[in-house]
């Protein structure tokens, strides 16, 4: 069987902007001020997400990457500290530890969900931690009673990245509101999108101003006087971005839903399968199914993850076999200690410090390499009609035969 092709986030078939989002965008180019910091929209695009979210504060920002490194510096890590984080993210998420100076310890996934689990955040946790970040991965939300009482315990700030999961909810909260700092992306392949962005949700005024400040080269705008405060970056979004975002936050509802109801038929209908494990959020929590992760079992299906694939592609359903093919320790970044010249900065520096060595080990990570190795990811989108969501269902019965 061939699959028509199927909407993509990459284009139009896959994305929505209608009249709204031109409005707001016209306006901005009328007024000429297409910086934010004098403009309205990403201010009015912050106070709509604040809304949506039922947060506090919310700050707009650049990328998810500026998110995750905003919610890192507001923490403030010495150099060398230690933050806990996921070896399966989006190396953005990753580096933004790095350029603070501190050291991403990484905790171990469940093979299945492939988020961190408690237990292994518990176990790498040392005097030099200084904050856990749970990153929500494809939509669907990390154990946060598990992981906010080890928190609680040792007196630890929680950072969520919730990039991938807009509108996904742990009991009656949204997920990047249930920790201390919320980070989530608007790029090009989200929910929702204004090309490259990114936006930060908070509750307390004082890591507000701390963030806002790290957005703005540390610069406090209208308090009296003012001074760069500290070491920080411009990570503003334009306010053409804020203008997009505007007329997309007030469609989230409904393409959280829609993907939500497509996806819950696909799960139902291929809920035979033996050897194939689809997606399922934990009781009390709701996914957001930013993708559609399958686990599958190659003592059942033949040829396993690879074969898979192979026969989708064959089909025209595009995928991607192992999601990002190796845990992040892996890569040339941590494996090589690629980062300021040829200092090896920072574990070179806590070596010189305390002669503590950080080694990233293949053994303690099992859940990671069994999880990439059974996981193949297929796009989901809201313009799914029911046709298409019925393609993929007898796709993914042949391939998986
Ligand atoms: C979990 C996660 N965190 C952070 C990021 C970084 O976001 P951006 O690409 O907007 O910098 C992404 C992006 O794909 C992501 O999936």
């Not at 930060?200 to 890591?207: A, R, T």
């Amino acid at each position: 069987m061939k699959v028509p092709p199927l909407p993509s986030d990459r284009n139009a078939t896959g994305r929505t902007f209608d009249e709204q989002e031109r409005a707001y965008l016209m306006q901005v180019m009328d007024s000429g001020t297409l910086i934010c910091t004098s403009g309205t929209h990403a201010k009015a695009f912050e106070e709509d997400l604040a809304k949506v979210f039922g947060a506090k504060f919310a700050l707009s920002c650049s990328s998810g990457s500026a998110a995750v490194h905003t919610a890192v510096a507001a923490v403030d890590p010495e150099p060398g500290d230690e933050i806990i984080t996921t070896p399966i993210t989006d190396m953005g998420a990753l580096t933004a530890i790095l350029y603070q100076g501190a050291i991403p310890i990484f905790a171990d996934v469940d093979p299945v969900t492939l988020n961190v689990t408690p237990e292994t955040i518990r176990a790498r946790i040392t005097p030099r931690t200084k904050a856990i970040i749970a990153t929500h991965l494809f939509g669907n939300p990390c154990d946060m009673d598990g992981i906010l009482a080890i928190a609680q315990q040792h007196d630890l700030p929680v950072i969520e990245d919730a990039a991938q999961a807009l509108l996904a909810k742990v009991g009656d909260k949204y997920t990047g509101t249930i920790g201390n700092i919320g980070c989530f992306s608007l790029q090009q392949s989200k929910h929702i999108t204004t090309g490259e962005g990114g936006f930060i949700l908070v509750q307390k005024e004082e890591l507000r101003r701390r963030m806002f400040l790290f957005i703005n080269k540390a610069w406090p705008y209208n308090e009296p006087n003012p001074d760069h405060e500290f070491l920080a970056p411009n990570y503003r979004m334009t306010d053409l971005q804020g203008a997009v975002g505007r007329g997309q936050i007030a469609k989230l509802h409904d393409v959280v839903a829609k993907r939500q109801a497509s996806a819950a038929r696909f799960v139902e209908e291929l809920a035979d399968i033996d050897g194939l494990t689809l997606p399922k959020a934990a009781q009390g929590s709701v996914h957001a199914f930013w993708k559609m992760p399958l686990i599958i079992d190659s003592s059942k299906i033949d040829g396993g993850v690879d074969a898979v694939s192979a026969k989708l592609n064959a089909m025209g359903v595009m995928n991607a076999p192992h999601y990002v093919k190796k845990p992040a320790y892996q890569c040339r970044i941590f494996a090589e200690r690629r980062t300021f010249g040829n200092s090896q900065f920072p574990w070179s520096y806590r070596e010189q410090q305390d002669g503590t060595k950080i080694v990233y080990d293949d053994a303690d990570f099992p859940g990671a390499i069994q999880g990439l190795r059974d996981v193949l990811v297929l796009n989901w989108n809201e313009l799914y009609t029911d046709s298409h969501v019925s393609a993929l269902i007898s796709a993914v019965r042949e391939a998986c035969r």
